[in-house]
């Protein structure tokens, strides 16, 4: 905000007018200049890593017979078995540990 006020004790005896600026970014300002950057900054960081116990990234998957056969099955819908090239259900079965006798809805 700009204030400006009629001075007459000049030292030139005319009047002066001096302006003087108030309500700048002050502490509250740069409180919050300095909270955005800490944001910014801590977005910016790459992710921690997390793994599953026991798992080592990248290994591969070793996919029981069982589970071969059961997804093998002519019980199994043709579209099910066509959609199996993009989601590796032995895979993903196989990770999560299911067991000869498991029923998966």
Do not use: W, Y
């Not at 009047?15 to 909270?35: D, H, K, N, V, W």
């Not at 910014?40 to 998957?61: E, N, R």
């Amino acid at each position: 905000m700009l204030t400006a006020r009629f001075d007459r004790t000049s030292p030139s005896g005319l009047g002066m007018i001096s302006t003087t600026r108030s309500g700048g970014p002050g502490m509250l300002g740069r409180q919050f200049s300095i909270a955005v950057l800490v944001v910014c900054l801590a977005f910016s960081l790459p992710a921690p890593t997390v793994h599953a116990a026991g798992v080592t990234p990248g290994a591969s998957i070793e996919v029981p017979n069982f589970l071969s056969d059961a997804l093998r099955a002519d019980s199994r819908p043709n579209e099910d078995k066509g959609r199996d090239a993009g989601r590796f259900p032995d895979k993903v079965m196989a990770f999560f540990g299911l067991e000869r006798g498991d029923t998966v809805a």
